[in-house]
C-alpha cells in the first residue's frame, strides 16, 4: 500500500511564506512525477506545480516567480516552498505521485490535502 503524507500548511498572512512537504511511502518501485494541486472553495482543482524524474518542473502561470518545486529523490519527497503568498492561494492543497508499486504497475497517487489559508 502506498501512502502520500502532506505537511507544512496552515495560516499565514498575505505577503507571507509556506513550505509544504509531501512524502511517499509504501512498496514503491520508482517514482515519476510527483506535483501538488490546490483546490480552492467552490472550484475545480487545478495543479500548481509538477517535478519529473529528471527535475524538470512546470508551474502554473499564477505562481511562477513565487512557488518553487522541489523533490527528494532519496526521502521520495516532494515539497513546495510558496512565497509571497496572496489571498487568492487559499486552497487545500494536494500531492501527487505518478509511481510504480512493486509487482502492481504504474499510478497516480493523492494524498489526503493541507488546507492553506492565506490571510489578508
Known amino acids: 500500500q502506498v501512502q502520500l503524507v502532506e505537511s507544512g500548511g496552515g495560516l499565514v498572512q498575505a505577503g507571507g511564506s509556506l513550505r509544504l512537504s509531501c512524502a511517499a511511502s509504501?512498496?514503491?518501485?520508482?517514482?515519476?512525477?510527483m506535483g501538488w494541486y490546490r483546490q480552492g472553495s467552490g472550484k475545480q482543482r487545478e495543479l500548481v506545480a509538477r517535478?519529473?524524474?529528471?527535475?524538470?518542473?512546470n508551474y502554473a502561470d499564477s505562481v511562477k516567480g513565487r512557488f518553487t518545486i522541489s523533490r527528494d529523490n532519496a526521502k521520495n519527497t516532494v515539497y513546495l516552498q510558496m512565497n509571497s503568498l496572496k489571498t487568492g492561494g487559499t486552497a487545500v492543497y494536494y500531492c501527487?505521485?505518478?509511481?510504480?508499486?512493486?509487482?502492481?504497475?504504474?499510478?497516480?497517487?493523492w494524498g489526503q490535502g493541507t488546507q492553506v489559508t492565506v490571510a489578508s
Open positions: 509504501g512498496s514503491i518501485f520508482s517514482i515519476n512525477a
Open positions: 501527487a505521485s505518478d509511481l510504480e508499486v512493486a509487482g502492481r504497475g504504474q499510478a497516480d497517487y
Open positions: 517535478i519529473t524524474s529528471t527535475l524538470s518542473t
